[in-house]
Every structure is written in structure tokens, then in C-alpha cells.
């Protein structure tokens, strides 16, 4: 089984659509977890961090469940802009390491 | 403020060479992270260094290894390429040696193997 999984989409949407993308991890202990981005040929960039309360940014928001060690994404009123892979990533605290999900593609059409 | 800069950006090698890249953290940082991205798949840790020690090491082969110079900048070496280590290599740099530190990630070098 996998650290970190997602499904890979994609996840066809038209702008002004809300999206979810959901995620499982596999190590109880993680405390840490994150979203985030990936344009095409560009490198990750911090989305966002998870937090237990859950978190909002602008029409992002982001929820752990610890129990079910499932995290989630909801990206309302989509823009064409936010056409990229979203990558849920849980910190590995032993090995100083961010362990990767494979990435949810998410393509927002006009 | 100059991110992390990573070098070459592209580089093509063949079979059985071998292959360093380097990696500039941001100013001030103290930590570099490795990461491998091959297509399709999320980026997976390599190493990471924190004043010049490996503190952490991925399930990779002993033909990669790493090290950190006193500015903190970092080198990756691969030797023996085989086709499959073809993949976006990552640097990510953080502030310090605490795990909880966000990592920023450089632009990547992609290398191809022939």
C-alpha cells in the first residue's frame, strides 16, 4: 500500500464549479500534512497546510480527519487558473522527509 | 529575494555515466532536501542535509549520495545512470534543522538518460 494516495483524475470541471479531492495516508503517527500545486513542468509550491480544525484561504479549504487518516481539498468557484496537480503530502518526522501523493489533475474548462 | 536555484536545467546523459547536480538554498536557510520526480508520480525523498550532515536518506540505491558545503549549497551525484533514475530532480531548501520547517522546492533539473 502506498504512504500517500490520491486519485489521479482527472477532475474536468468548468470555472465557477466546486471540486473536492480527497486523500489517504497510511502512517497514524503523521502529524504534519499539506497540499500542494504543481503547474506543468514547474516545481511543487506550498498551497496550503492541514490543520485538525480544518483551515480556510480564500476559496480553499482544506480538512483532516485523523481517525480515518483521510485529508481533503475543496476548491470553490473555480478559475481557469487553478488548472494544475494538486498534491497531498504528509511530513515523515523520522526521516525529515515530505512523502508525495502521485497528484490529482484538475483541468477547469471555460 | 533569489529562491532556490538549481543546476543544470536540463542535462542528457548515457547509460553508466555518472551525474552531479547542484542546488543553491535561499539565503539564510540552512537545510536542503533531495527529491526525484519521475512522470506521472509525486516527487520522492532522496536525502536531506542540515549543516553539512545527512539527517535523513530515502530508499534509494547507494549509487546517490549528497553532500552540503559550509555556504549550504548542496550537490547531487548519481552514479552509474540507468535508464530509470530519467526524472525531474528537486532541491527544496528550509530554514532549519527542524522537520516542521516548509520546504521550498527549486525549479529542477530535469535529466534524461539514454
Known amino acids: 500500500r502506498k504512504e500517500v494516495e490520491q486519485d489521479p483524475g482527472p477532475f474536468n470541471v468548468p470555472e465557477g464549479a466546486t471540486v473536492a479531492f480527497n486523500c489517504t495516508y497510511s502512517?497514524?503517527?503523521?502529524?504534519?500534512f499539506f497540499w500542494y500545486r504543481q503547474d506543468c513542468r514547474k516545481e511543487p509550491k506550498l498551497l496550503m497546510s492541514?490543520?485538525?480544525s480544518g483551515n480556510e484561504d480564500g476559496r480553499f479549504t482544506a480538512q483532516l480527519n485523523r481517525a480515518s487518516q483521510y485529508i481533503s481539498l475543496l476548491i470553490r468557484d473555480s478559475k481557469l487558473s487553478d488548472s494544475a496537480t494538486y498534491l497531498c503530502v504528509v511530513l515523515d518526522t523520522g526521516r525529515r522527509a515530505l512523502t508525495f501523493g502521485s497528484g490529482t489533475r484538475l483541468q477547469v474548462q471555460p | 529575494d533569489a529562491g532556490v536555484t538549481q543546476s543544470p536545467t536540463h542535462l542528457i546523459k548515457t547509460r553508466g555515466q555518472q551525474v552531479t547536480l547542484r542546488c543553491s538554498p535561499i539565503s539564510g536557510h540552512k537545510s536542503v532536501s533531495w527529491y526525484q520526480q519521475v512522470l506521472g508520480q509525486g516527487p520522492q525523498f532522496i536525502f536531506q542535509y542540515y549543516e553539512k550532515e545527512e539527517r535523513g536518506r530515502g530508499n534509494f540505491p547507494d549509487r546517490f549520495s549528497a553532500r552540503q558545503f559550509p555556504n549550504y549549497s548542496s550537490e547531487l551525484n548519481v552514479n552509474a545512470l540507468l535508464l530509470g533514475d530519467s526524472a525531474l530532480y528537486l532541491c527544496?531548501?528550509?530554514?532549519?534543522?527542524?522537520?516542521?520547517?516548509?520546504?521550498?522546492f527549486g525549479p529542477g533539473t530535469r535529466l534524461t538518460v539514454l
Open positions: 527544496a531548501s528550509s530554514l532549519g534543522g527542524v522537520s516542521t520547517d516548509t520546504q521550498y
Open positions: 492541514v490543520y485538525s
Open positions: 502512517n497514524s503517527a503523521s502529524q504534519s
